[in-house]
């Protein structure tokens, strides 16, 4: 695996770079990104922070996240392994990781810039628009599935949109590659409140944790965030451990209202099923009549 590679700050000289991942637009020219911090801040959370780049010569904008710390070769090898893997995705509803670098220790990230921001927050009752995001989600989910990634942190904050209402799933920084047998994913990884019930009791389904129908949970309790427009669950989401616990895993899953379509009514259920091999997959909730609404083309 190539390692970062230390470029000076704050002018990014990409022009020597044999990265093969740039858009075809920025390749074969001088190469600079420009980024003040005091201005294009446009993200923070434990992981770094997110800043808006913009390349000169075409005013391009990008997203650098910063990976502050000096860690050990260890997680610093884990991080840019799983830098690698978002490099090699190559979908229209998945962000897209354009390079890596090393600068006195941070891991620098330069991504994909959404205009739109994150989706936490948003509120979308009209049933044929979330049908579209929803769409949207599942494809870039049913995507990494079949590369076998599994994403382990999908909720609102981590799905992006932009100005023409393109939604793509975002921040890899717990993602994990599988190889043909599925590892236990660490429960402390990723955010409790989206996380599904055999995942933060690894007793429920006999000790056995399938990354993927994680991934379709969290989905689950997203989409159904979005049509309520509040947390679906009867306590906060930045609760505590365990008054999230108690109400993810000794209560039963979250329904969509009665005022609902029976299609999403369905789709919802599909999606938060206790019993992890009842969940469909990704690729079967595409197929599912309440995505069947959506009227823009499927992503490739």
């Not at 074969?28 to 005091?38: A, C, P, T, V």
């Not at 609102?156 to 100005?163: A, H, K, M, Q």
């Not at 209560?251 to 999403?264: K, L, M, N, R, V």
Request: glycine fraction near 6%; hydrophobic fraction near 35%; charged fraction near 20%.
């Amino acid at each position: 695996m190539p390692k970062p590679r230390n470029l000076p700050s704050p002018y990014f000289d990409l022009a020597n770079l044999t990265s093969t991942t740039w858009p075809a637009s920025l390749k074969n020219s001088s190469l600079y990104i420009w980024m003040d911090e005091r201005v294009n801040r446009i993200g923070s959370g434990a992981g770094g922070t997110v800043y808006k780049v913009i390349h000169h010569p075409t005013s391009k904008p990008f997203a650098l996240k910063v990976i502050y710390g000096n860690h050990e070769d260890n997680v610093r090898r884990q991080i840019c392994r799983e830098i690698e893997i978002l490099r090699s995705v190559d979908h229209a509803n998945v962000v897209k990781c354009h390079d890596m670098f090393d600068h006195n220790g941070e891991i620098q990230v330069l991504l994909e810039f959404m205009d739109g921001g994150c989706l936490e927050g948003v509120h979308v009752s009209r049933e044929e628009e979330l049908s579209d995001m929803s769409r949207q989600i599942l494809s870039g989910l049913a995507y990494l599935h079949r590369h076998h990634i599994v994403h382990r942190d999908i909720k609102p904050s981590n799905l992006l949109i932009d100005s023409e209402k393109n939604v793509k799933i975002a921040d890899f920084g717990v993602s994990r590659i599988l190889a043909q047998t599925m590892d236990p994913c660490n429960s402390s990884v990723g955010t409790i409140a989206y996380m599904s019930p055999e995942r933060i009791n690894t007793d429920l389904n006999h000790g056995r944790y399938n990354g993927y129908a994680g991934d379709v949970w969290s989905l689950g309790v997203s989409i159904l965030e979005f049509y309520l427009g509040r947390f679906p669950f009867a306590v906060s989401r930045q609760g505590d451990w365990a008054s999230l616990m108690c109400a993810i895993c000794m209560s039963q899953p979250p329904e969509a209202p009665a005022t609902a379509s029976e299609e999403f009514r369905h789709f919802v259920s599909c999606c938060l099923q206790s019993d992890p091999p009842k969940r469909w997959s990704a690729q079967q909730l595409l197929q599912h009549p309440f995505i069947l609404k959506s009227t823009r083309a499927p992503a490739s």
